[in-house]
């Protein structure tokens, strides 16, 4: 890892200046993702600028509305959220099957929403359950934030505070993990809300995580698995790697919401 | 350079460090607590998992300089006076290692597992074992021994809780 300066500011505000300042700087959480890019030489801050110092940006707060996730809150603390389980459970559970037990005790909900790593699980579960990311500039709603692979709405020095999740009526998520990594091979988030059935894939799409208006029609004519045996997935519109072609992707598609659809009860 | 200052293995440390050390290399280097190893520093293998205020972490994919007042635990620091752990002993008595290369970050991880599991009053069984070791590697046993000798310290961690009740 290259040589790099280490801020811990103690509010937004002292966090926004000391990135300004930096020549190259970069906002770090649970560095599960951004001290391993380093030790690789793909990244090089010459400053990093450490968010978790900061009071409340951690720490789970549910109300009649929803789950609100500050966004230093580790994954570990989200999937053994009793409240989190009560409220949504397809949360807790995709929390608890993110990476490994140790990366769940560093990694953070705003890391990883902020990397949106197209295999990554929790951007199925923002999309998915039309979730609104809160920054220290605005709120942004799901269908705006995700961009493109490893790439968002987020400006140059703007800072996930919070993520809000509204209840759904009955949600699942179904993730076939690969194997080394666990990462989404593909993952599936199937919710229920006021506004109609939402389903939202990640690990699978060639510009990361989208919704999948196919399964999305055929779901609201019909809450059933069996609605879904001949609706798709367009492969053409999916990623072709070393562990999965498109056409395997979208059928694990197609199967991982149909399980997510009885597992949603 | 920082000045971190920490308590590892329940003893006060300090040191002035380059921004850029690693936990791992903290205690490998600095301390020279050799016991916690290096396996693919690619966070990866869990060789290098100790605890940080209680939980579980790979040192090698978080900087010493972000654990100012942190009390840390390596492998070094769970025998009590000479007494292994009885998850040491357990690993010693199921023949749960081969080379040994994994084995501090299987039993650091061994323990934070069971600790959490009965914190929570949930039931600790093979299935969840072999669940939680997924970010800890070993390329000799096979796992089988491990899982065993993690399953036999869990019901003996019990009883030491139990007794120091
Ligand atoms: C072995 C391993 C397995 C993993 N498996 C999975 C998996 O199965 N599923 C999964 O989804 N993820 C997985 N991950 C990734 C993990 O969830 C990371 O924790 C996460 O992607 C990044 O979160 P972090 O807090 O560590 O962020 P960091 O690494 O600290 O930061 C990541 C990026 O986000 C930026 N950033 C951080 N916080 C904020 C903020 N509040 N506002 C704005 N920008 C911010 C940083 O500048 C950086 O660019 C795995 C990681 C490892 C090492
Ligand atoms: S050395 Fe840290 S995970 Fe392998
Ligand atoms: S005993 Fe050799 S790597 Fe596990």
Redesign the interface.
């Known amino acids: 890892m290259y040589q790099t300066k280490y801020h811990r500011p103690a509010s937004i505000d002292d966090a926004v200046a000391a990135l300004a300042a930096a020549e190259d700087g970069k906002f770090l959480s649970g560095g599960q993702t951004l001290l391993a890019t380093m030790k690789q030489r793909l990244a090089a801050p010459t400053d990093l600028v450490d968010l978790r110092g900061i009071p409340g940006m951690s720490g789970i707060t549910v109300d009649a509305d929803g789950v609100t996730i500050g966004a230093a809150t580790i994954h570990a603390d989200v999937a053994a959220s009793p409240e989190v389980a009560a409220a949504i459970p397809a949360l807790a559970a995709l929390a608890s099957h993110i990476g490994d037990p140790a990366v769940r005790h560093m990694g953070t909900i705003g890391g990883s929403l902020a990397n949106n790593d197209p295999a990554a699980d929790y951007p199925a579960a923002v999309l998915g359950l039309n979730g609104t990311v809160i920054t220290n500039q605005r709120e942004i709603p799901a269908e705006e934030y995700f961009v493109g692979l490893f790439t968002t709405a987020l400006e140059e020095g703007e800072i996930i505070k919070a993520v809000r999740f509204p209840r759904p009526k009955r949600a699942a998520y179904q993730k076939f993990a690969q194997p080394a990594s666990r990462f989404a091979l593909v993952g599936v988030l199937v919710a229920e809300t006021d506004d109609g059935v939402r389903v939202a894939i990640t690990g699978a799409g060639s510009d990361g995580v989208f919704r999948a208006g196919a399964f999305e029609a055929a779901l609201n004519g019909d809450f059933s698995a069996g609605a879904l045996d001949s609706a798709s997935v367009d492969a053409d519109d999916l990623m072709n790697d070393i562990h999965a072609t498109p056409e395997y992707r979208a059928h694990l598609a197609r199967v991982l919401a149909q399980r997510a659809v009885k597992a949603a009860g | 350079m920082?000045k971190v200052s920490m308590k590892v293995n329940g003893k006060a440390v300090s040191r002035d460090v380059?921004?850029?050390t690693?936990l791992v290399e903290f205690l490998r280097e600095q301390l020279r607590l050799t016991g916690t190893h290096v396996g693919c520093?690619?966070?990866q293998c869990?060789a290098c998992?100790v605890h940080?205020n209680g939980?579980?972490?790979?040192s090698?994919?978080?900087?010493a300089?972000?654990l100012?007042g942190a009390e840390v635990t390596t492998i070094e620091g769970i025998a009590n006076d000479g007494e292994l752990h009885p998850m040491q002993v357990a690993f010693n008595d199921h023949h749960g290692l081969q080379c040994g290369f994994c084995t501090p970050g299987m039993i650091m991880?061994g323990i934070?597992?069971v600790n959490?599991y009965q914190a929570?009053g949930k039931d600790l069984t093979e299935e969840a074992i072999r669940f939680?070791l997924?970010?800890?590697l070993c390329r000799c046993t096979g796992y089988h021994n491990i899982v065993k000798a993690i399953d036999d310290a869990a019901g003996k961690m019990t009883g030491m809780a139990r007794a120091a009740e």
């Open positions: 920082t380059p921004d850029n690693l520093d690619t966070s869990g998992t940080v939980r579980a972490i790979k090698c994919t978080q900087l300089v972000s100012e991880a934070d597992m959490r929570q939680e997924e970010g800890n």
